[in-house]
Structure formats: C-alpha cells, structure tokens
C-alpha cells in the first residue's frame, strides 16, 4: 500500500513561486510513474504533469509549459513540482498520484492508482 503526502501549497501573489512536495511511502518508489494533478472548485480533476520511474522523461499540459517543473529524487522517495510565474488560473487543489501501470509518463487519470490528501494552492491577482 502506497502512502502520498503532499506539502507546500498556500496563498501566493500573480508572477510568485512555490514548491510543492509529495512525501511516498510504502512501496518501491523507483519502480512507477509520477504525476501531479489539480482540481479547481466545480471543475474536474485535470492533469498538470507526469514523470518517468528515473526522472529522464517528463511531460506536461500546454498552459503549465515553460512554467512548471516536476522533479523527483528516488533516494529521498519525494517528489516535486516547483511552480513559477503562477497566474490565478493556477488555483486549485494539488494531488500527487503514482502510476503503477508503468515507468512512462502519463496524463492519463485512470492509470494513477494511489493519491494524495491534496495541497491547496491560492494565486491572488
């Protein structure tokens, strides 16, 4: 049983940073795909970005590109998302996921088999 424990969300200014942190426990960290979601009040869950089991390959959705960053260090079993230039758009509810289906990246929701509590990030205009 995988455990995800997201951390570092909070209330940020339009143009400000933050660095969202996902603790995982309970399984071989190494071994699966990771990914980031979120969720913005009455919307549905949407995809944010995915990385590969070693950190070699990442993808991300179109209005995050250039702006975002996901990141994992498998030695610490963390995973990341530094977060840049963030807009209003931006806020919502921020869940880890981990995909044991495969090493690949995927945006794909229903191949992410264990989630997070969630993170709320707020972007002020």
Do not use: H
Not at 96 to 118: H, I, K, M, P, T
Request: include cysteine; hydrophobic fraction near 35%.
């Amino acid at each position: 049983q995988v455990q995800l424990v997201e951390s570092g969300g909070g209330l940020v200014q339009a143009g400000g940073s933050l660095r969202l942190s996902c603790a995982a426990s309970g399984g071989t960290f190494s071994s699966y795909a990771m990914g980031w979601f979120r969720q913005a009040p009455g919307k549905e869950r949407e995809f944010v970005a995915s990385i590969s089991w070693n950190g070699g390959d990442t993808y991300y959705t179109d209005s995050v590109k250039g702006r975002f960053t996901i990141s994992r260090d498998n030695a610490k079993n963390m995973l990341y998302l530094q977060m840049n230039s963030l807009k209003p758009e931006d806020t919502a509810v921020y869940y880890c996921a981990a995909n044991f289906r495969r090493v690949g990246v995927s945006a794909l929701l229903y191949e992410y088999d264990y989630w997070g509590q969630g993170t709320q990030v707020t972007v002020s205009s």
